[in-house]
């Protein structure tokens, strides 16, 4: 038995690991109140009181052949009774034992086989462990290189924002060089929609269906119809550098890479 496991306690009356008690003619409620009274134990408390019975029986039959000759027959049925009452006890715990050693033996292995699987998930999460280390140094490493190159990005955005703040004349902005992640602006506009009305054949106005109607006069047309639609403003491009953070490791440790917020489109002067 593994250091730091406790044996389990076992109510054998209501363990599988035997049949169940038998009674004959006892109403359920007395047997029902009879379980209730016998708190789970262990083999060793069961032995404890089979050993304690079979010391009650060896005394009790040692003065029985005193008390044949000084007591009544009286007194001898109730020795007699004493002693059976000792038997059934001792038969008893030996039942009871016996279930609760298979009952300690199967809660042994169930705990060592557990134990057994916890040691196996440990020693993984121990390689793992070690593994992340690795990892977490070489991340410090590619951190450290990515942000040389964000930090050069970063210099040239500032070049192109400078450069398309003052433009030549009927020049156009230069382009962020990374792919363009905005979005372009589309500025109002209308569109011609058709419409299906009923009108009146006679007048060409439009026709109900209400009643005064004279709905053999009533015919489908097609008109059309000038919409608005909306203007879609534009996202600005958002460079890389302004969207990459690259934390540095432990909680106060400073960040290899700090994003910055996203910048107002005149930060670069780039439109699509």
């Known amino acids: 038995m593994s250091a730091g496991m406790t044996l389990p306690v076992v109510n054998v009356r209501e363990t599988r690991t035997i049949h169940p008690r038998v009674t004959l003619g006892l109403p359920r409620h007395a047997l029902v109140a009879d379980t209730a009274r016998l708190a789970p134990r262990t083999s060793a408390q069961i032995a404890a009181d089979r050993d304690a019975a079979v010391a009650e029986r060896t005394a009790l039959e040692a003065s029985r052949s005193d008390l044949m000759l000084t007591g009544t027959a009286d007194d001898v049925a109730s020795l007699n009774q004493r002693i059976a009452v000792a038997k059934v006890r001792i038969d008893q715990a030996e039942a009871q034992h016996a279930a609760a050693v298979i009952a300690e033996a199967e809660a042994r292995a169930d705990h060592e086989a557990e134990q057994t699987r916890r040691k196996a998930l440990r020693k993984a999460g121990m390689k793992a462990s070690a593994e992340a280390a690795k990892l977490a140094d070489r991340y410090v490493v590619l951190a450290r290189e990515l942000a040389g190159v964000l930090g050069q990005l970063r210099e040239q955005e500032g070049r192109i924002a400078e450069a398309n703040a003052?433009?030549?004349?009927g020049a156009e902005p230069a382009p962020p060089g990374e792919p363009f992640n905005g979005t372009e602006t589309i500025p109002m506009r209308t569109e011609t929609t058709h419409d299906l009305v009923w009108v009146d054949s006679r007048t060409g106005q439009p026709a109900g269906i209400l009643a005064g109607n004279d709905l053999r006069h009533r015919v489908a047309?097609?008109?059309?119809?000038?919409v608005a639609v909306p203007s879609i403003p534009?996202?600005?491009?958002v460079p890389l550098s302004h969207r990459v953070t690259l934390p540095g490791l432990g909680r106060d440790a400073p960040p290899i890479w700090r994003n910055l917020p996203q910048p107002l489109r005149s930060d670069t002067g780039y439109r699509a």
């Open 166 to 169: 003052a433009l030549p004349d």
């Open 234 to 237: 534009g996202e600005p491009h």
């Open 221 to 226: 047309k097609t008109i059309e119809r000038r």
